[in-house]
């Protein structure tokens, strides 16, 4: 199984899980190539984000989000102390502005109580206050060591760590075609390259489900992108807020709610929303890709994701009502905000894995096929749980990948 010992094993895509993956190869003495079609590594979801190392609150207990997300996070902080990379634990708020809120809060508590997040502490008016005096709420879930990374730094580490290793990150390098060969192994083709593998692991974000199809693997999940964008207050605004200040999310969409984001380099964002991209990489509204665009209206899944939210993806998408949208929403518990407060911010894109029956995938999800391994859904916490999936894609490999040589 997984071809022959000796051959380097590939890994498709210069995000932080690729990267992750890879350095555990290299690392346990597994030579790798790394292929990445843009010119630098994080290009994509990993230097788009919202800079959150999360606790570990929403996710069910059990789930491979609880489970991934806290073990993540420990080796993560770790990893930036070790290194002298950012960590900052700012702390974060959870909050309820109506009582159907509070009920909801209550069973979030209960779940990161389950998932073993350390030092909550549940917040009534006055205790929001004491923290945040110019944010209101009704009850509000209090995690000191929520914090704010930088996690395009870390993923340069990350690769700096395989090329110290003896492995290769070869950007400018797409993966244009995958053949599993009847040894059991697995060649990859890049323009002008075929790479002779034991072993392909795909990490290839937004287009994860097109280069798992390359390789053999079904349709589903499919990938659907949805940008996430930001404003950004105004110098003059920075100061109201300490923490990251979220709401109590919708328990109908994997996303968390437009929320307060500081940043390590000191900018506090508001969002981010989620609006479908009408291209892969449509980080702008006017991104739009007729490929794409034929691809969503002939797909099934695709069809039953818009019917059923149709309305709510409606009022997202109607641009000139945006700003007023986002305001009202982070109102709800910074009231004070005015347009004047805000300026646009750089969006990024979630690669958001859909199913068949059109609902969105919510858990981390990794299939085999043979010798090549593909992450088909790794939506946040994933870069905060990074180091722990690939731990968890590393066990799964053939014994003489996956173990020191
Ligand atoms: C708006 C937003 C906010 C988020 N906030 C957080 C947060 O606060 N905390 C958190 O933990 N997570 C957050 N996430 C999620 C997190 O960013 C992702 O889970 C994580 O970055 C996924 O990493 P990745 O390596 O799978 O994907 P990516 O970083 O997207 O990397 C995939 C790589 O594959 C490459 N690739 C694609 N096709 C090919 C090909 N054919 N050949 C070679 N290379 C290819 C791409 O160019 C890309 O570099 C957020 C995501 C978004 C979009």
Redesign the pocket.
């Known amino acids: 199984m997984g071809g022959e010992p000796g051959l380097p094993a590939g890994v ?7 990267l992750a993956v890879a350095r555990l190869l290299a690392r346990s003495g597994v030579p790798v190539l790394v ?4 010119s630098a ?6 230097g ?7 606790a570990g609150i929403y996710y069910q207990p059990g789930s491979a989000k609880a489970v991934l997300c806290r073990r993540g996070v420990g080796l993560l902080r770790a990893y930036c102390a070790e290194r002298g990379l950012p960590w900052d634990e700012r702390g974060k708020l959870v909050v309820a502005r109506n009582d159907a809120e509070v009920a909801r809060l209550r069973e979030i508590e209960r779940r990161a109580v389950a998932n073993g997040v350390p030092g909550l502490r549940w917040l009534d008016p006055g205790g929001i206050a004491a923290l945040e005096p110019e944010v209101t709420g009704l009850a509000a879930l209090w995690s000191p060591t929520t914090a704010i990374t930088d ?1 395009p730094a870390i993923a340069r580490s990350f690769a700096a760590d395989v090329t110290a290793a003896g492995g290769r990150v070869l950007t400018g ?4 075609g995958v053949r599993r060969r009847s040894d059991g192994g697995v060649d990859v083709i890049t323009p002008g390259e075929r790479h002779r593998l034991s072993h392909l692991v795909i ?5 994860g489900d097109l ?1 798992a199809r390359l390789a053999g693997d079904g349709p589903s999940p499919e990938i659907v992108p949805f940008r ?1 964008e930001y404003l950004r207050l105004r110098p003059h605004a920075r100061g109201r807020v300490r923490h990251l200040i979220y709401p109590v999310p919708d328990p109908a969409y994997p996303f968390l709610g437009i929320h307060v984001t500081p940043r390590i380099d000191g900018d506090v964002d508001l969002g ?1 929303n989620a609006v479908l991209a009408l291209a892969r990489q449509g980080y702008r509204r006017r991104d739009v890709s007729a490929g794409h665009l034929a691809r969503l209206a002939g797909s099934p899944a695709f069809r039953r994701l818009a019917r059923r939210n149709w309305r709510a993806g409606l009022a997202e998408m109607r641009g000139s009502a945006f700003r007023r949208a986002f305001l009202a929403q982070a109102r709800g518990y910074l009231p004070w905000l005015e347009p004047s407060d805000v300026e646009p911010a750089p969006a ?4 958001q894995a859909v199913d068949p029956d059109g609902s969105l995938v919510d858990d981390f999800r990794v299939h085999r096929i043979g010798a090549v391994t593909a ?1 088909r859904n ?9 180091m722990a999936i690939a731990e968890h894609i590393v066990s799964g490999l053939p014994p003489f990948l996956g173990s020191g040589r």
Request: charged share 10%.
């Open positions: 498709a895509g210069a995000g932080i899980i690729g292929f990445e079609k843009e590594v994080a290009a994509h979801q990993t788009h984000n919202s800079g959150v190392a999360h996690f390098t797409p993966v244009t990490c290839a974000g937004l287009h280069v996430g981010p990024g894109v979630r690669a992450v790794a939506p946040s916490p994933a870069a905060t749980a990074s």
